[in-house]
């Protein structure tokens, strides 16, 4: 009993004391859990943006300032993300780039939840417009931030291409370069000479003659659908059709977007009527050239040179033949590859974005 007098009340005290604090813990854990259930639920019922690479900082500041009410995911690894992460990731809205192809697969996995695509590119052929548009969804793209980026690296590779650089570097490096002799690397210049410019639309065309001009070119002439007098009246520029083009072109440059219309539109019915002394460039898409058809023209003597930024596949493998060439300078896709063009299309994504969230016009839509 004495033990018992002396053991019990402060038992007695502690358990009250164990059960209230015990109570107190549940009762907050309850708390924390309900307002987690709760935030679970509205989290459920928030906009889901899925941004599927790391993407430039001002494209990132613009979403995560929003102010939106929206939760937003994004793929942070290096390569592309994969497929089934982009299926499992994405639910309402999505900010791609040009290499995440968003055509039926996707659309029919996510079912009718993808409201709005925003892609950082101004190419939108990984798309597929039909899809989107059998779906209401809405398209975000980013012309004209890129123009002149891509302008000047047209032109850097037209005279890396023409003037044959990257082999005189070679030569110069491994003792190929001798003494001096009248025909040696010589290249094709580009005064005096007519620029061929095939899709002229788009504003790259116009860009590219811009920077072209001065260096005394002859001519330009132009192939597109239709003629564009007001777009062509801004470099003096004579519409042609397409076998005039390569008939007639010193440098023929590629800047069309790539559609149905234009797939492989480069191929060996055109480049059999180039000059032997012409050079091809192709800064738009890959796919308006037959591949097998240019690397023919190339061996064979039919055209002088070509310069590609973009192919099929991307990345070209690189034991591909066009990279045997010497005549054939490669680039890995970065005409639009500088620090202000890339935050740029990367911030007019992401205002596409969180206007088509709010539900207003975007500030570069593609209409469906
Ligand atoms: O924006 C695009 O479509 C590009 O190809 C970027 O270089």
Known sequence: ILKSQFVLPPFLMWSRCRFRAV??????????????????KVQQHLPKIYVTR?????????????????????????????????????????????????NKYINKSIGPNLK???TMSVGYDHVSLEELKKRGIRLGYTPDVLTDAVAELTIALLLTTSRRLIEAVDEAK?????????????G???????????????????????????????????SDIAPLPEIAAKIQAEY????VLARESDFLTVCCALTPETQSICNKHLFSKMKP???FINTSRGGVVNQDDLYQALVSGQIAAAGLDVTVPEPLPTDHPLFKLKNCVILPHIAS?????RNAMAALAANNLLAGLKGEPMPKELRL
């Open 23 to 40: 109570n107190q813990v549940l009762l907050s854990e309850f708390n924390t859990w309900s307002k987690l259930e709760a935030m679970k």
């Open 54 to 102: 790391k993407i430039p900082a001002d494209g990132m500041k613009i979403l995560n300032q929003s102010g939106l009410h929206c939760s937003c995911k994004s793929w942070m690894g290096h390569p592309p993300i994969y497929r089934e992460s982009l299926l499992k990731g994405i639910r309402n809205l999505i900010y791609c780039l040009l290499s995440d192809k968003i």
């Open 116 to 118: 709005i695509v925003s």
């Open 174 to 186: 491994n003792g190929g370069w001798g003494t001096w002799k009248p025909l040696w690397m010589c």
């Open 188 to 222: 094709y210049q580009l005064s005096q000479s007519t620029v061929g410019i095939l899709g002229l639309g788009r504003i790259e065309g116009v860009a590219v003659a811009e920077r072209l001009k001065p260096f005394g070119i002859k001519k330009f002439i132009y």
């Open 240 to 243: 042609v059709p397409l076998d």
């Open 277 to 279: 002394t012409s050079v």
């Open 337 to 341: 590859a500088t620090l202000s063009t």
